[in-house]
């Protein structure tokens, strides 16, 4: 194994310092401070066993995820990503090869979003993997007095009633991706089945979210979005966290749920009958698209700029039951919970 210095030179070398930034290589990062901004800064941690196991993924598609969760929570905000801090503690068995493999996905992510690594800390682990990712963003910073000013952050406690709920892609994907995993990995029933190129495509987006930094600058820069998050954990659960935090009451019309085909695909290719795509979109987590309320004014204004999004409810008033009502079907539906 590279050992603990080693390693972090390998890292170093791997992701140049922007102009201006003091990054990797001394105690502290140094960032310069905008007068007219405010950091946004959110962590998250990857726990074998539990987030994830290691022989179901590969340490590129490990890296790309540990990245893309914390960006997608700037992304959740409105914000922009500006730098990020990755944090391990390392099982001794973990080779070298599999730790630079992970440093190249987790890098891919980064250079997409220029969000650059700027520090972090690496000891060694008696058991499992744990991975710790830190992100820092910027929005604009909030003028007094006014709610929503553009490009300042969006937060889940500002819907309103009469908003539209919307969401800016497909949802069910990830959570099909994983059991598409999972069956794989061993499970006798679906070895019968081989994987289809729809499972294919559905284990790609689990395993490679895309956090949606551009569409969520677009809606901070809208005024009258009001709401705003990442869904991680699907809507069922994630909405209900908007409308506790607003004191507000919604809903959802289940028929206006954006599906993909290969979801729609996956589940028809199913033999048993838990394989259903509103339950992979309502409480299945980690597709990482937004979730946002906004007037319908605002909703007109999103889509003469071209923004893809689907309405799927609505707000319906003031609230302290904050009661999510589900149209168009007799279920409930509450997402994905650690316990
Ligand atoms: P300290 O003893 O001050 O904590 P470290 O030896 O842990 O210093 O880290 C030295 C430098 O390497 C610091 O700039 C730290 O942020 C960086 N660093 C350590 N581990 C990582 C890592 N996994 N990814 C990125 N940078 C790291
Ligand atoms: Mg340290």
Redesign the pocket.
Known sequence: MLG??N??DE??KR?PTPDGVT???????ILPQHSDRETLVSTDMLMEGVHFLMDDVSPYDLGWKSAAVNVSDIAGMGGRPEGC????ALPKTLNDNWLLQFIDGFKALCDRFACP??????TSSLDRLCISVTVLGSSVKQLPGQAWTPGSARRRSDARSGDLICVTGNLGDSAAGLKAVLDSAGNSSASNCPSSSAAAILRERHYRPIPQVEAGLVLSATPEVHAMMDISDGIGSDLRHILKASEVSAEVDVNSIPLSKELIQFCSEQSTDDCDPLTFALDGGEDYQLLFTATPAAVEALKAKGLRFYVIGRITGASSACQLTWLNTDRDFHGFTHF
């Open positions: 603990e210095f390693l972090i890292i170093k992701f990054g990797i290589g001394d105690d502290c990062a801090f990755l944090s391990f690594l700027l520090g972090g800390d690496t």
